[in-house]
């Protein structure tokens, strides 16, 4: 069985760190049980769960999934078989319409705004809309270095966004990075990097707001969606492609190139953006 290693941030809350998947969830530790957040994959929630036994005998009393991505949310039988499953009504949807064998399907559905109780202790819940999926729900915590938004796949402090921001919508997602600068966090997590200071959601969102401008740039300098004369117009598509995604990922790198998967990912991301020009979303 592979480790994960438990970081404590006070007030009862409590990093899980799995590298194999290079994937980290957060977890609250009270008298009557213990709140965790995405089991992983059954292998981490496997480890998850002994991690958690190193700290308290008490029982994982509920399981929160973050949102409905398979690659956060399988295995929770392992790490709470008789846990509650607390999750976004769109969270059901989705894994009820996938019909995934080997995620437990939600129990407790949360409003968009809810503070969910656990003894002494509050979660509070956020929800903005379809933004990295349909489901991904904010959850804030209290720690010892004041208040912890954990948003996964949103705000990943220190790395690029991820590739061609699968399952996103596009104006969500800045819809929701412009409503996260609202809630007061001190700190933030993502699902993949952090906790890093709250000043991430803002880095995000210019990351967003300069790489869709400066895709709109390179796509009008190419033209739009013009054939070159005598050229076939699936050979145009490729064409416009690349030179956008190259251009605008240069014009973001002098600011941005030193976040980790910048090189890899930038020009991916600003052909999903292009795709959001292109057709809206
Ligand atoms: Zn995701």
Request: glycine share 0%; no cysteine; charged share 20%.
């Given at each position: 069985m592979g480790h994960g290693t438990l970081e404590p941030l006070g007030k009862g809350v409590y990093l899980f760190r799995w590298p194999r998947g290079v994937v980290v969830s957060p977890l609250l530790v009270t008298a009557e049980g213990v709140i965790a957040v995405d089991p992983i994959d059954a292998e981490a929630a496997r480890a998850y769960r002994a991690a958690i036994r190193q700290l308290t005998?008490?029982?994982?009393r509920a399981v929160i999934y973050?949102?409905?991505?398979?690659d956060h949310i399988v295995g929770a039988a392992e790490l709470g078989p008789e846990a509650e499953i607390i999750a976004h009504p769109r969270a059901r949807e989705r894994i009820l319409r996938r019909r995934d064998p080997d995620i437990l399907l939600p129990t407790r559905l949360v409003q968009d705004e809810e503070e969910l109780r656990f003894g002494q202790h509050r979660v509070e819940v956020r929800y903005f809309g379809?933004?990295?999926?349909?489901?991904n729900i904010g959850l804030l915590f209290e720690t010892d270095a004041g208040r912890l938004l954990f948003f996964c796949d949103l705000v990943e402090p220190g790395l690029a966004p991820y590739r061609n921001l699968p399952d996103t919508d596009v104006l969500g997602l800045l819809e929701t990075l412009a409503a996260c600068r609202t809630l007061g966090a001190d700190l933030v997590l993502g699902g993949h990097a952090g906790p890093a200071t709250a000043e991430w959601i803002d880095g995000y969102a210019q990351f967003f707001h300069e790489l869709l401008a400066a895709t709109a740039r390179a796509y009008r300098a190419q033209g739009g969606q013009a054939p070159l004369p005598g050229e076939d117009g699936v050979a145009m598509t490729e064409r416009v492609r690349l030179a956008v995604c190259q251009e605008a990922a240069a014009a973001l790198r002098p600011r941005f190139g030193h976040w980790r998967g910048f090189d890899a990912w930038a020009p991916q991301t600003a052909d999903r953006l292009l795709l959001y020009l292109i057709t809206g979303n």
């Open positions: 005998d008490a029982p994982v973050s949102h409905d991505h398979r379809p933004n990295h999926s349909a489901s």
